[in-house]
């Protein structure tokens, strides 16, 4: 008797694997459903794998070069700087991703920590909390319309951050070296390189991807290029903000504030975590949510339905709608 391809998803923090299992039983596949939290706890079940499938847990190299039957490793999600997509490359195995399942709500969770900071309405709730009733606890707040607003990578996401913006009169410029300026005018925003993006916003918004090139994207330099008084917004990968430059320049005044939807770190990818590790969450001055951007009930099922449809496409021979590597494995062919 032929035995059903398992698919192991390597962790999940959204209750059961339910959605996923019906998707998958329905094309043939059994599910083994882990919570690894470090690479190893992959090794012996991705051995006879037809296919892996990760929210946070690392699908390195080691636990590819195990792999004896592994045809796709689906992400949860649009970034896959967790997995080594080159050695799933080298090894003829696909790698998938799950798109535009999340745009409007990251979009709306950079607006939301935007307005709330330079809004000051932290401080106002912390004064008014204690008897304090006066405008002037949250001195200085600037008006909106006419102010500058830089993002970093102008993609779906970056695209919808400065629709939003913009209806409320701020100016948009961008950083962006894969995108054409007509398309950017498109969106009628300005592109310009980093160094005019840092000198000339009075906000900042991060959207960037995780790579080699955009580790510590902003650090201490690019933080003394800043404006005083600047507002970071950062809803892409934590580790693209050097958090000790961060704190640097907020606690010496230079930045205003910071809102940070993930800290450097990445909590959800370590085995433990405490907030004292990292000062940053000392300040007042900064909001931190963890990694909560692209969430709402209907975008979690929507990154479940798709990351495991990609699998069962896979699996019953049909092609999968988002491949990452789909060309560079016709090319090493």
Known sequence: MVS??????????????????T???DAGAEVVALQAKSEAELFEEAKDCAAIMNQYARVGAETIARMERCKVIARYGVGVDIVDVEAATNKGILVTNVRNYCTEEVADHAIALW??????????DRATHKGIWQWQS???VHRLRGRTMGIVSLGKIGQAIAHRAQAFGTKVIAFDPFLPAEAAKSFNVELVSKADLLARSDYILMQAPMTKDTRHFLSDAEFDAMKPGAILVNTGRGPTVDNKALYRALTEGHLAAAGLDDPEEEPAKRS?????DNPIFTLPN??????????SEESIRAARIGAATQVAKVL?????????????????S
């Open 4 to 21: 059903k391809p398992k698919v192991v998803i390597t962790d999940y923090d959204f209750g059961d694997v339910e959605v996923e299992r």
């Open 23 to 25: 998707i998958l039983e």
């Open 115 to 124: 307005m709330t900071l330079a809004r000051k309405l932290p401080e106002y």
């Open 138 to 140: 949250g001195k200085p």
């Open 272 to 276: 433990s975590w405490n907030p004292s």
């Open 286 to 295: 900064v909001l931190i949510t963890p990694h909560a951007a692209y969430y």
């Open 316 to 332: 019953t021979g049909q092609t999968p709608d988002f491949p990452v590597n789909a060309a560079a494995l016709v090319a090493i």
